[in-house]
């Protein structure tokens, strides 16, 4: 495992631990600092299971 999927792996444990989810919300009627939340725990995600 290299040391960046390792970050990625740690990032996405801190998401789940200290950033609200957003999954049960339209994506479309967010604002833009909850948009760009989401797109960032999105980011990290997918680097995670890469």
């Known amino acids: ?3 960046r ?3 990625f792996i740690l990032l996405a444990a ?3 631990a200290l950033l609200p989810k ?7 009627r967010l604002s833009n600092s ?3 939340m989401a797109a960032y725990r ?3 995600t ?3 299971l890469d």
């Open 1 to 3: 495992m290299t040391a």
């Open 5 to 7: 999927k390792r970050l």
């Open 14 to 16: 801190a998401n789940r």
């Open 22 to 28: 957003q999954w049960h919300r339209d994506l479309a």
């Open 34 to 36: 909850r948009k760009l």
């Open 42 to 44: 999105y980011w990290v």
């Open 46 to 48: 997918r680097n995670a």
